[in-house]
Structure formats: structure tokens, C-alpha cells
């Protein structure tokens, strides 16, 4: 696995600890060559600037709205173009989200997923899948 894409409504908008747990991850696998990404469902526009701070303070390298590229998860187009813009297969990605729906969608699509109920929990399936160690 190359890549990794997280939701950002139900996961890396919870309590500040957990945020702050992510945050870690987050750059410790982009120091280990992990491509990262947020895929949300959001509308775009001003409402979204919280989540586009987290590719400004560099801790994703891409944000994808669906309200700004014209596509939902758990459909396809929305998976295909975050993995374009990771510029890796959808077979190279996990989605990490808290929608059991967009879980089926993404791993009906050649991804892999991780269903995100709390962190501690998650967070011991990404490690073992990119490989990567810490505390976190």
C-alpha cells in the first residue's frame, strides 16, 4: 500500500486528542514516502476551509471535495480521481472511514478500507498495513 485517504467528517474532525494522535500519524507516514489524502463529501467552498488546513499545515498532500470534482463516495469517480491526484492505483490505497457505505463502495473499487469507529482501533490496521511504527 501507497496511499492513504481518510474521510474527514467522523474521522479527523473528533475530539482535539484524536486530532492530535492523527496529526502524528499522519506525518509519520508521509516521512515513510505514504501519499495522503482527504476525501470528503463536503460542498467545497468557504465551509471547508477546516478541512483544507490540513494540506496547508502539510499533514495530507491532497484535499478532495466532492463538491468541488463532481463526485460522491462511495461511487467510483470520487475514489478514481483522489487516486489520480496521489498519482497511484486504487489497488495502492486504503480509505479510512467511518461510512460502512463508502467502505463497500471503495473496496468494491479495488481499495482497500478500514471502517473508522475510534482511533485506537483504526489505528492498529494502518500501521500493520503501511508498515510503519510509532506511537501514535
Given at each position: ?6 474521510d ?6 473528533g ?7 492523527w496529526r ?5 507516514l508521509r516521512?515513510?514516502?505514504v ?36 463526485a460522491?463516495?462511495?461511487g ?12 497511484l ?8 472511514d ?26 492498529v ?5 503501511f508498515?510503519?511504527?510509532?506511537e501514535?
Amino acid at each position: 500500500m501507497r496511499g492513504l485517504i481518510v474521510d474527514y467528517c467522523g474521522v479527523l474532525d473528533g475530539a482535539e486528542e484524536d486530532r492530535r494522535r492523527w496529526r502524528k500519524l499522519l506525518t509519520a507516514l508521509r516521512q515513510e514516502g505514504v501519499a495522503t489524502a482527504i476525501l470528503s463529501n463536503d460542498p467545497g467552498g468557504s465551509g471547508a476551509d477546516p478541512i483544507r488546513t490540513w494540506q496547508e499545515a502539510g499533514y495530507v498532500d491532497h484535499v478532495v471535495l466532492s463538491g468541488e470534482i463532481g463526485a460522491e463516495k462511495p461511487g467510483e469517480e470520487a475514489f478514481r480521481v483522489t487516486a489520480e491526484r496521489m498519482e497511484l492505483p486504487q489497488s495502492d490505497c486504503v480509505l479510512v472511514d467511518d461510512s460502512i457505505l463508502n467502505i463497500r463502495g471503495a473496496v468494491e473499487n479495488g481499495l482497500v478500507a478500514v471502517y473508522y469507529q475510534q482511533f485506537d482501533r483504526a489505528v492498529v490496521e494502518i500501521v500493520n498495513l503501511f508498515d510503519v511504527e510509532g506511537e501514535f
